[in-house]
């Protein structure tokens, strides 16, 4: 699978995937890695109704995802996979799925204390050690970014500010 984008964004599938990240990434595929949402059949069916017949839609825990993404190329198909939190995105790259960039999309921290980095980004302490140990550990560019058309902003820059 050529992953075009990889993503946090806890409303997982919305308008901004399917009506600007599909059409910049030339994506036909996304990739739903959440182990809320597998095997829950009424949120499934939910995130497969809206998204187009022409676009592939893969609904899976992270576990599996992680010891099993490369099972799912198809013809050097692209898609987007999405992760409903920082901790499972993590939590797969631990797991086995490597990948260099990472896009911050929308996150509500589950932390009291969390801090507003942007309008649509709220990140906890768990959110930002989380974060920190992609950059460490994997050396992966972590943009912060609800749509392509939005200049991508560090996440270090902005942990910077809240670290002070």
Same mark, same amino acid.
């Given at each position: ?22 059409? &910049? ?6 990739? $739903? ?5 597998? %095997?829950?059949?009424?949120?499934? !069916? @939910? ?51 490597? &990948? ?6 929308? $996150? ?5 204390? %969390?801090?507003?980095?942007?309008? !649509? @980004? ?43």
């Amino acid at each position: 699978m050529d992953i075009a984008l990889v993503r946090v964004d806890n409303r997982l599938i919305h308008g901004q995937i399917l009506e600007a990240w599909l059409p &910049f990434t030339g994506a036909s595929r996304i990739v $739903v890695v959440d182990d809320r949402v597998a %095997g829950d059949f009424f949120h499934e !069916s @939910v995130i497969r109704m809206a998204v187009p017949d022409s676009v592939d839609v893969i609904i899976i825990s992270v576990e599996e995802f992680a010891r099993n993404y490369a099972d799912y190329a198809v013809n050097g198909q692209k898609a987007i996979v999405l992760f409903g939190t920082i901790a499972d995105v993590l939590r797969a790259y631990k797991l086995g799925f490597k &990948f260099n960039r990472l896009n911050i999309g929308n $996150v509500e921290s589950g932390d009291e204390c %969390g801090q507003s980095c942007s309008p !649509s @980004v709220v990140l906890g302490k768990n959110d930002i050690d989380d974060l920190l140990t992609l950059l460490n550990l994997a050396g992966v560019h972590i943009e912060m970014r609800r749509v392509p058309r939005e200049t991508a902003v560090n996440i270090m820059d902005i942990i910077k500010k809240v670290a002070n």
